[in-house]
Structure formats: C-alpha cells, structure tokens
C-alpha cells in the first residue's frame, strides 16, 4: 500500500483527537488489544518490551503505550517505536539531510517545541511528528514535506493512528488483503452493523467472526479509502469476496500463491465453476471470487491476462484443473 503518512490531503479519522476523559476507556481498549496480540502473536509475546515514559507526557500516550508496550512487528504498520529521545535524534539527523538541497530549508525550531517521532519514510520524502504542546492528552499529527518544504497537518489523533498500526501487526500471520473502495461505500456487511470492538481506539474495526476482521484504514483520504481484511484461512477470504459486487473495489496485492494465464479462463472438461464478480466489470481490471472444482480462488483479469491466486496447499491441484 502506498505510503500516505507524508501526503498533503490528510485524512480525519473519525473526528476528534482524544481527551483527559477519555483515560479509563483508552487503558480498557488498550488491555483489550494487549490480550488479542497475546492469542494471536508468538513474535508479540517473544519480543514486546516496555517503553521508558516521563511523567510529564502526554497521559493517554502513556496509558497506551505502557499498557500494549513496543515490539518490533508494529514497524511494519508505518509506526515508529514512542520513546521520545531516539525518535528526536532522527529526526534531527533528517533535517540535516533535507537541508544539504537549496530548496529545503526547515529546521528543527519551525517544529513544535515538544514532539515525538510518529514515521519516517525510507525513501526520503519525509517524516511526521506529534505536536505535544503543553496539555494535550492525545496529539496531533504533523506531516514535515521535503519535496515542498512545508509542515502539513496529517491527523488530529497519535493514539488512534498508533493503535491501528499496533491492531493490524496482531493479524501478521494471517491472511490478508488491502482492497480500496470509493470513500461513499462501506463493504462491512449490513451497511456497518457488524461488531466494533475498540470503538474508541480503533472505530474503523470490525470483527466479522471469530475467523475474519475488517479495518478501515486512516491512512488513505480522497474519493478512494483503504481497507484491510484478514482471515485465520485464505478460504474465509474468498467466502467474503464472493459475497460482495466486487465492482469499484480494488484488491493491492493479492494473497496466497498466483497462477498466470493469458486469454479466457479455460478449465478442464466437467469442471464446475462458481465465481461473483460484478454486473459492470472494469474492462483494464477486474477481480472475480469463487471456487474452480472446489478449490477456493481469486481471480484478476486484465486485458487478456489473468492472475489466479489460490491457497498454496491447493496450487497443484488447480493447475490440474486449468486447461492452458
């Protein structure tokens, strides 16, 4: 997924950075998250450490982080271990390397004078920070922009962008697709109803069952929104696409092993085929969902091309069943 965390037209995620009131809700749905990481990840529980704090920062900051701590796979989000110090020395060390170009020509006093590194991109074009003024309980998000030489807002909360990131590493062992959908459009079933659990945290969340999740992601704004759906089987993933007009939607990268065939998809002789697509596919790409002979699939078609991914268990058994 393209990283967003240093684009101008920031998304607002849900509304509203979180408040002194908010404490006793936020230490609830951050234990909430700590016992899911626990069920769900050996790496969290082999490799999550605590996070030195200083009295003075920000108090659901604190509650958060201390209660979920830091392992390495919530890097993976696009978040940046909280303690302060060393994200600060990067931060400097940036700076120091957008301004050997002319066209840059920020410092570290243009940021706020208490920070916290939030993520800094590894292809250079910039990095994003809290902005900690004195009495903010839960910070807002600032993009620093090298190409433009300027300080954008991205976010108005740390807590729920830290707690999606941290959310979403539970679900590392998964599998997993980012689909986009026109920002109008939710895919979640029931126009929404299905259960949120951390609704304050994480409000784009939701649980289809005890095998599938949905997130929305904050990280995408514009006509166009990011969603993340993990399943315990690439199976589960299928059943839901198969439930859905895949029209409009977009599928990133698709999961499991892919099979590449040009033309028309051809299957042997007596082969039965059920697969949903969309009553208006897009002619340069679209995605169909179903099962070949039993065996769960997803298939992308561009132009004449078509990628199929499939359970690995079961790619051997599919190639029996294409014919070409």
Known sequence: MVNVHTQRDAPDPDGRALDGSDLDRVGAEARAIRELLERQSLLYR???????????????????????????LFAAGRITNPHAAPGITTVR??????????????????????????YADNDGIGFAVTDEREGVADPAVLSVLWDDNEIVPYAPSYLRL??????????????????????????????????RPFPLLVPGAHRLGPDRWLLRSTEQSGPMTAWLLAA??????????????????RIARLPGDTLRRTGPLRVADGTPVRLSGSDDPDPDRSHRAGWIGGIAVIVEERGDRLTI????????????????
């Open 162 to 195: 830290s707690a999606e990131a941290v959310l979403s590493a539970a679900f590392g062992s998964w599998y997993s697709l980012w689909l986009t959908a026109p920002t109008e459009r939710t895919p979640v079933p029931g126009g929404g109803a299905a259960e």
């Open 93 to 118: 060390q940036r700076l120091a390397e957008y301004g050997t170009e002319e066209h840059f020509t920020l410092t570290e006093a243009d940021l706020p004078s208490r920070y916290r590194l939030v």
């Open 46 to 72: 082999s490799t999550v450490r605590p996070i030195p704090f200083e009295p003075a920062e920000p108090p659901l900051v604190r509650a958060f982080w201390e209660t979920v701590g830091w392992a390495p």
């Open 309 to 324: 991914a499939v359970n690995p268990r079961h790619r051997a058994a599919l190639e029996g069943l294409l014919d070409g």
């Open 232 to 249: 315990t089987a690439f199976e589960h993933l299928v059943e839901w696409l198969h439930g859905q007009d895949l029209g409009g939607l």
